[in-house]
């Protein structure tokens, strides 16, 4: 079974701050998506990566994807407290289903 | 467009009883998903349908069923709720597999005691 790990799992900072979470495996995945989930909510789209080195920016959340595919990461720059959610990485694995991390949890305080 | 609704909201149990989830797309997506989600964990993935007429076990499919009753419906069914299955349940669509963006309804908060 492929494993996405995920860190920190929990991430409290002041507004303004910048943050990068992290999401590692040891398998390749074909691409890589990440979600935002708010409470009693389900998960959202945010991204999704397809190759290797490459880079998306949404507004103040930047996303990359390893080289190698196997991990990817998530930076954001001076947070609002609008950011704060569950934030998830899930890839696509070799039998074509997708396969979630453990989540990060962010909380940004004003 | 309503998206993915999911039928009911909170539900609790006692062990040995059963229950159907019900849940609905109306995005004409084919492929289909049941996910559950514990402190921790993450979401994991129950059973899928990857197009109507088509079921398949995801990475804990025990304990449960799934019935893809039609393009817009697929329903997740607990023959006989034990504890462990005390957790979150989220349903997603997707236009045609994984690679394609989910879609999640709103959950169901299964206490199961």
């Known amino acids: 079974t492929q494993l996405l790990e995920q860190s920190p799992q929990f991430l409290s900072i002041q507004e303004g701050e910048n943050l990068t979470v992290y999401c590692n495996s040891s398998s390749v995945f074909s691409s890589l998506q990440w979600y935002r989930q708010e409470p009693g909510e389900g998960p959202v789209l945010l991204v999704t990566?397809?190759?290797?080195?490459e880079v998306k920016k949404l507004k103040r959340l930047t996303f990359q994807f390893g080289d190698a595919r196997k991990d990817s990461s998530l930076h954001i720059t001076a947070a609002q407290p609008g950011d704060t959610g569950l934030y998830l990485c899930?890839?696509?694995?070799?039998?074509?289903?997708?396969?979630f991390g453990s989540g990060t949890r962010l909380l940004v305080r004003p | 467009n309503a998206g993915v609704t999911q039928t009911p909201k909170f539900q609790v149990l006692k062990t040995g009883q059963s229950m159907t989830l019900q849940c609905a797309q109306d995005?004409?997506?084919?492929?289909m998903y049941w996910y559950r989600q514990d402190p921790g964990m993450g979401l994991r993935l129950i059973y899928y349908?990857?197009?109507?007429?088509?079921?398949d076990k995801g990475e804990v499919p025990n304990g449960y069923n799934v019935s893809r009753l039609n393009k817009r419906e697929f329903s997740l069914r607990l023959e006989s709720a034990a504890p462990s299955q005390t957790s979150v349940y989220f349903c997603?669509?997707?236009?045609?597999?994984?690679?394609?963006?989910?879609?999640f309804g709103p959950g169901t908060r299964l206490t199961v005691t």
């Open positions: 997603a669509s997707s236009y045609q597999g994984s690679s394609y963006e989910q879609y």
């Open positions: 349908s990857a197009s109507e007429g088509t079921t």
């Open positions: 995005m004409n997506h084919n492929s």
């Open positions: 990566v397809v190759t290797g080195g």
């Open positions: 899930a890839g696509v694995d070799s039998s074509y289903k997708l396969i």
